[in-house]
């Protein structure tokens, strides 16, 4: 409790910062879990039939579920996007809603999220192997905390505004996890070097986290640098740093960006839930890329070889140009990507599981591939 209640005065600040008076028409369920009943929200597509990827959204210090859902209208990302959505109720401590990330709190919030997780999919509304989470301010503290404890059960996290807490600076995540971090540079509740205007020091720098992520998901130390297009006159700057390696790492760098959740693309040069939804389905959207579908990519004309065809854990490549080459799963989610040069290249396999993959090109050209190995040499 030392970094949050004794600032409980400043809470008005924060709330107003994501707070919009639109009143909502979702209805709060409830999960009992270890003798409390703790709410959520549940969004689905209307078109929903069997089990479907889902997206977990964490909301800020002292925000709740109701509100979070006024501003943000998760039933329509939920029907644009054809994922299921849950929204869950950090507990209240001292009347103030906190996750327990690290910075206060002891309610075991990681196995809440999970044991919900489970009953969802043991009903047949969500895929166990496509789970993603997403977060804001405290709610991105608990997204980091999420992806170093219980790695192994998420696809993919992309918290906004929110880093490691120094109390799992220290952690060994369990594997390697897809991350996308977004943050403003000149944000002043949380800010870049890991320090806050209104709670004193809350955690690592967003320099230091990217070197905890880089490290951990084995990725190389120099990134892919891209500015997105600058289409609105918002004074905002979105740069990306993409770091390839076991598991992608991307920052999401807005230059003048400040404790906000940027949601209209009308108003801002990019949407955040547009952004990560592309980022969790292995896409890049600010480059306007068609959406990455199994049944599509399997009907591209293929301008590089590839051998052998079931694979035993290596593939060859033979191409006559250099090649950006992405790796998909069965549900489309891109699982590796690496650049190969002109001519014949190996690519390991032995740490993907046995299944259908896709291999791609950066000019959408798709090889099937029928990986036997699945099993580390």
Same mark, same amino acid.
């Given at each position: 409790m030392k970094f949050l209640l004794?600032?409980?005065?400043?809470?008005? %600040?924060?709330?107003?910062?994501?707070?919009?008076?639109?009143?909502?028409?979702?209805?709060?369920?409830t999960f009992l879990w270890q003798n409390s009943q703790r709410q959520y929200l549940l969004f689905e597509p209307s078109d929903h039939t069997g089990a479907r990827p889902v997206?977990?959204? @964490?909301?800020?210090?002292?925000?709740?579920?109701?509100?979070?859902?006024?501003?943000? =209208?998760? +039933?329509?990302?939920?029907?644009?996007?054809?994922?299921?959505?849950?929204?869950?109720?950090a507990?209240?401590?001292?009347?103030?809603?906190?996750?327990?990330?690290?910075? $206060?709190? !002891? +309610?075991?919030?990681? #196995?809440?999220?999970?044991? @919900?997780?489970?009953?969802?999919?043991?009903?047949?509304?969500?895929?166990?192997?496509?789970?993603?989470?997403?977060?804001?301010?405290m709610g991105g503290f608990m997204t980091h905390r999420m992806a170093i404890e219980h790695g192994d059960r998420i696809t993919a996290c992309a918290p906004v505004s929110g880093l490691i807490s120094h109390a799992f600076a220290n952690h060994v995540p369990t594997t390697p996890v897809r991350m996308? =971090?977004?943050?403003?540079?000149?944000?002043?509740?949380?800010?870049?070097?890991? #320090?806050?205007?209104?709670?004193?020091?809350i955690g690592i720098s967003v320099d230091s986290l990217v070197c905890f992520w880089t490290g951990w998901n084995n990725c190389g130390t120099d990134p892919t640098i891209d500015t997105l297009?600058?289409?609105?006159?918002? $004074?905002?700057?979105?740069?990306?740093?993409?770091?390839?390696?076991?598991?992608?790492?991307? %920052?999401?760098?807005?230059?003048?960006?400040? *404790?906000?959740?940027?949601?209209?693309?009308?108003?801002?040069?990019?949407?955040?839930?547009e952004e990560i939804h592309s980022?969790?389905?292995?896409?890049? *959207?600010?480059?306007?890329? +068609? !959406?990455?579908?199994?049944?599509?990519?399997?009907?591209?004309?293929?301008?590089?070889?590839?051998?052998?065809?079931?694979?035993?854990?290596?593939?060859?490549?033979?191409?006559?140009e250099p090649l950006l080459l992405t790796l998909y799963d069965c549900r489309g989610i891109a699982v590796m990507r690496q650049k190969i040069a002109s001519g014949a290249t190996s690519i390991d396999l032995h740490d993907m599981p046995q299944g259908i993959y896709l291999l791609s090109d950066n000019t959408g050209a798709t090889y099937k591939i029928m990986n036997l190995a699945g099993a580390k040499r």
């Open positions: 004794s600032f409980s005065t400043k809470i008005s %600040l924060l709330l107003a910062i994501v707070s919009l008076a639109i009143p909502s028409q979702a209805q709060t369920r997206m977990y959204f @964490l909301h800020g210090l002292g925000d709740n579920i109701t509100r979070c859902d006024n501003e943000m =209208h998760f +039933a329509n990302l939920a029907e644009r996007f054809g994922w299921v959505i849950v929204v869950p109720q507990p209240s401590v001292s009347g103030i809603t906190m996750w327990n990330a690290g910075l $206060g709190g !002891t +309610a075991d919030d990681a #196995g809440f999220l999970l044991a @919900l997780l489970d009953t969802l999919a043991d009903n047949g509304l969500v895929n166990p192997d496509s789970v993603f989470f997403s977060g804001f301010s996308m =971090h977004i943050h403003g540079t000149t944000d002043d509740v949380v800010g870049w070097n890991g #320090g806050s205007s209104y709670f004193g020091n297009p600058d289409r609105v006159n918002d $004074g905002l700057r979105f740069v990306r740093h993409t770091y390839s390696g076991e598991a992608e790492f991307q %920052l999401l760098k807005v230059i003048g960006g400040t *404790h906000t959740w940027y949601l209209d693309s009308n108003s801002h040069d990019i949407d955040y839930f980022f969790f389905i292995g896409k890049n *959207h600010s480059d306007n890329q +068609a !959406t990455v579908q199994p049944e599509n990519l399997e009907n591209a004309k293929p301008n590089f070889e590839v051998w052998p065809n079931p694979a035993a854990g290596f593939i060859n490549i033979r191409t006559s």
